[in-house]
T-cell receptor
């Protein structure tokens, strides 16, 4: 089954404790991206990747890191999480770029205390 | 800056009625894509419909259609014969086709409730 998976689905952590949210797709998609969803703000793009080893900032990259060492994986790293990073996070992928249908993961709800 | 505005935070209609969700956007680009995404209570994001700016014909997908007014920078979604399963958050989204850029801008969302 074609899908985008994220882990964990739920995470409670404390300020400053490094964490990684994994994202994996099995559709051989070139393009992957991360979003955060906050009430009243919709979804905002954090980082995106056009291909392996090619990443770029979205609109809200501060406090986040990403890497794209393999085509299928695009982990989101929070080196020192803060409470303002409490949010719902989505990973998405598409074949070549945003102009095509994006397939979203199920979301990761993060609470930073 | 590219922005997308959904002016209706919440809407509610009876089953089988027609409902229109509004979306306006701001851009200086001439080429771009517009999307409507649906997010049901499961939180899964699902593409509803897509419109390319260079196409004058409004996109249609079964009960879903758009009214794309390029000059007015307006992109409304019409849901005909609404069903209980249409209850969801709906997000309008926009991609300017700038070479080398792949940024997707979402609106704030409209929470739609279909009542039995």
């Amino acid at each position: 089954e074609a899908q985008v998976t994220q882990n964990p689905r739920y995470l409670i952590t404390v300020t400053g404790k490094k964490l990684t949210v994994t994202c994996s797709q099995n559709m051989n998609h070139e393009y992957m991206s991360w979003y955060r969803q906050d009430p009243g703000l919709g979804l905002r793009q954090i980082y995106y990747s056009m291909n392996v080893e090619v990443t770029d900032k979205g609109d809200v990259p501060e406090g986040y890191k990403v890497s794209r060492k393999e085509k299928r994986n695009f982990p989101l790293i929070l080196e020192s999480p803060s409470p303002n990073q409490t949010s719902l996070y989505f990973c998405a992928s598409s074949l070549l770029g945003l102009q095509e249908t994006q397939y979203f993961g199920p979301g990761t709800r993060l609470l930073v205390l | 800056a590219q922005t997308v505005t959904q002016s209706q935070p919440e809407m509610s209609v009876q089953e089988a009625e027609t409902v229109t969700l509004s979306c306006t956007y701001d851009t200086s680009e001439n080429n771009y894509y517009l999307f409507w995404y649906k997010q049901p209570p499961s939180r899964q994001m699902i593409l509803v419909i897509r419109q390319e700016a260079y196409k004058q014909q409004n996109a249609t997908e079964n009960r879903f259609s758009v009214n794309f007014q390029k000059a007015a920078k307006s992109f409304s979604l019409k849901i005909s014969d609404s069903q209980l399963g249409d209850t969801a958050m709906y997000f309008c989204a926009f991609i300017p086709l700038i070479q080398g850029a792949q940024k997707l801008v979402f609106g704030q969302g409209t929470r739609l409730t279909i009542n039995p």
